[in-house]
Structures are given as structure tokens and as C-alpha cells.
């Protein structure tokens, strides 16, 4: 959303609008796009010179990511409810220190896949999406895309509706419940959780400092490493002189409209895709388009969950209202980070 919109999406959901609260986040989100795309950074994955950390108790990529984000990780309220009308709940907090899956404990993961004879190793992790749909569609304005190119779930606002796992094509936000706002409004039923995911360490890139698994990488290999870390256009030139010097391929540049997290291959992608999908996998590696792209994905968009959207807007507006007063010093804060706001456009 930009600033000079002069209305936010959490200021919409605040201001009572939500009459056109389902879908209007979707609407609003896209006026951001033009600038994640001029100052975003980008992540490139060199798949050719990943070892997994085989020979380590833990990749050095997941310990470090785990680590820095330890303090934001959910610590759910027991005994955790069902869903309704699921009858089922999402709790990871028994299972903390699974690492071989996308979890609201674990933001980064390694797949490891052999095509033709040959071992790959896979760092997943949310691909930060140049027009995201999770973030375009989420009914509650919870996700935001930054100028630095990161995608963002604010936990304080996500209701856990899991809409942008279902947009998401790779399926990479994590709901925990037990946990957020929707605890606040039942008996509404309202979302059941919140989501969780890889955040690019937004905080880490506005004090300066790279991404903790791309340092913890860069520490262990040093010039061997197979993370980099910049610009887009010059993470994406680095990526094209590498695929042109190994006769490899690119994965990102296009896939769901362009992603700010790319990787380069000596093997095409549709070959590990397929392996991924041998494996049963759900995060795999084949073309997706982005489902913004034309009429018939928004209007799809619009209509995904409405009656919970509605409730849940509805929930929302009242919870923020009771506590307006409360609020209003801490929302200031809040704001002071988006890509959108002043501070952070100059
Ligand atoms: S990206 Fe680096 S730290 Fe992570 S598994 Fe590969 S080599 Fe290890
Ligand atoms: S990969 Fe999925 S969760 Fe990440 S920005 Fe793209 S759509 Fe959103
Ligand atoms: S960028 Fe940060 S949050 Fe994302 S996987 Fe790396 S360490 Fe984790």
C-alpha cells in the first residue's frame, strides 16, 4: 500500500470500512508493487555448490535461522481448541525441533533430491514474490511486501485463516494456533491461529546486516558459498553469469511473476520438480503463475473463505476498536516499518 494512497490496509480494517473488508486488501496491495520492484534485494541459492551441511548435526543455514528468530517463535496457550468447523487444530509446539520441514518453529528447510546420478541439496524458504499473493489476498491485511523486497506476516494481526498458505504457490506459511488475536474474538469463529515464515530478517536488513543464513553459510564456506545476498538486478545478473558459465538454468525470475528468492542449477528444475513430486513433497520447484496475473485468479481471490473473511473483519474492526485508545501509541510504531511509510521512502 502505498503512502500516498493515503489509506492503509490496517487503517482500513481500524476505520470500521468493512463493508468491502473481504478482497479490498487484495485491491489495495497491489498499488505497492512498483516499488518492491526498485530498491528490493534478492537472494540467490547456487545449487551446484550446496552440500546440505551433510556432515554437520544441523545446516548451518536452519540453526542460524532458528536462532535469530527464536524470540518470535509461538508459545500457544494449552489446552489448544479445534478449528470450527474443521474439528482439528495445527500445533507445532510439541515438535520444535523438526528441521526437515517448513514449520512455525523451522523457517528454512533443506530438501535433498538425486537427478541423474547426482545429489541436490535444496534450501526452502519463503520466496519473497515480487507480486505476492498471500499478501495481496490476505482478508486482514496481516502480510505486507517492503521496499527491501521482504514479504512479512505481522503477528499481530494474522487471524491464522491459513488463505495465505492456500494462494502461496509452494504452500509456505505455517500456521500454529493456540496463539493471536483469534483467541480474542470466539466465540467468532474467526481464523484459528497464526501463520508463520521466513521474513528475509527484515530487522536485520534495516540495521544493515545480511541475512543470518546467508552469514551462517558465508561463514562456513567463505568463497565456496552458495548464498548471495544484494540487489535484485545485480543478484539476478549473477545468477544469469552462472547459469551462462555452467550451462545451467534459473529458477525465480519468472515463477509466480519473479521472486526475490532465485536459484541456478545444473539440472533443469522441471527434472527436481519431478522428484519432489515423487517424493510426495508439497514444497516443489515447477512453473507457477502468479494468480494475480489475470481477471479469473482475482476473482478467485475474492472469493476464497469470504463468510470467515467477513466475520473475522468484522471481529477485527470491533477488537481494534475496544482498543483504540491502548493502541494508537503502539500503531504508530508498527507503521514506522512498512515499505509504504515515509520514514523508510526516504
Ligand atoms: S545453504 Fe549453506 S549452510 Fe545451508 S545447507 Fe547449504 S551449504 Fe549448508
Ligand atoms: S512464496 Fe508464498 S508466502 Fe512467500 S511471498 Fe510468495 S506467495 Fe507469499
Ligand atoms: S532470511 Fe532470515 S528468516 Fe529467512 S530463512 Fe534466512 S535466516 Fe531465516
New binding site residues.
Given amino acids: 500500500m502505498n503512502k500516498k494512497d493515503g489509506l492503509s490496509r490496517r487503517n482500513f480494517l481500524k476505520t470500521g470500512a468493512i463493508v468491502a473488508g473481504v478482497g479490498a486488501a487484495g485491491v489495495l496491495g497491489l498499488s505497492g508493487l512498483a516499488s518492491a520492484k526498485t530498491r528490493t534485494y534478492a537472494t540467490l541459492?547456487d545449487l551446484t555448490?550446496?552440500?546440505?551441511?551433510k556432515n554437520?548435526p544441523i545446516?548451518?543455514?536452519?540453526e542460524a535461522c532458528r536462532m535469530v528468530n527464536e524470540k518470535k517463535f509461538p508459545n500457544p496457550k494449552e489446552p489448544i481448541k479445534d478449528l470450527w468447523p474443521q474439528k482439528t487444530h495445527d500445533n507445532w509446539s510439541k515438535k520444535r525441533d523438526v528441521t526437515n520441514t517448513l514449520t512455525p518453529y523451522n523457517w528454512t528447510t533443506?530438501q535433498k533430491v538425486e537427478v541423474e546420478g547426482e545429489e541436490i541439496?535444496l534450501?526452502r524458504r519463503c520466496m519473497h514474490c515480487d507480486n505476492p499473493p498471500c499478501s495481496n489476498l490476505c482478508p486482514f491485511g496481516a502480510l505486507d511486501k517492503y521496499e527491501d523486497g521482504s514479504v512479512v506476516i505481522n503477528h499481530d494481526l494474522c487471524l491464522g485463516g491459513a488463505k495465505c498458505k492456500a494462494v502461496c504457490p509452494w504452500h509456505i506459511p505455517q500456521r500454529q494456533s493456540g496463539v493471536g488475536i483469534y483467541l480474542k474474538l470466539q466465540p467468532i469463529p474467526a481464523g484459528g491461529g497464526v501463520m508463520y515464515k521466513c521474513d528475509l530478517c527484515h530487522d536485520r536488513i534495516k540495521k544493515g546486516l545480511i541475512p543470518a543464513?546467508v552469514e551462517?553459510?558465508e561463514k562456513?564456506?567463505g568463497a565456496r558459498?552458495?548464498?548471495f545476498f544484494g540487489k535484485r538486478d545485480q543478484i539476478l545478473k549473477l545468477a544469469h553469469d552462472r547459469a551462462r558459465e555452467i550451462n545451467g538454468f534459473i529458477y525465480g525470475e519468472n515463477e509466480n511473476g519473479g521472486t526475490g528468492t532465485l536459484y541456478v542449477s545444473r539440472v533443469p528444475f522441471e527434472k527436481i520438480d519431478l522428484k519432489l513430486k515423487e517424493a510426495k513433497s508439497t514444497l516443489t520447484m515447477g512453473k507457477v503463475e502468479n494468480p494475480l496475473a489475470d481477471v479469473n485468479g482475482w476473482a478467485k481471490g475474492f472469493f476464497i473463505g469470504p463468510i470467515i473473511s467477513a466475520l473475522g473483519a468484522i471481529g477485527l474492526a470491533l477488537y481494534h476498536k475496544g482498543k483504540k485508545e491502548n493502541t494508537t501509541a503502539e500503531a504508530k510504531d508498527t507503521e514506522g516499518v512498512s515499505i509504504h511509510t515515509k520514514k523508510e521512502e526516504e
Avoid at 555448490?49 to 551441511?53: I, L, Y
Avoid at 545446516?59 to 536452519?62: A, E, F, I, L
Fill in positions: 541459492i555448490k550446496c552440500d546440505g551441511c554437520e545446516p548451518r543455514c536452519v533443506i541439496f534450501p543464513c551462517a553459510c562456513r564456506l558459498k552458495p548464498l
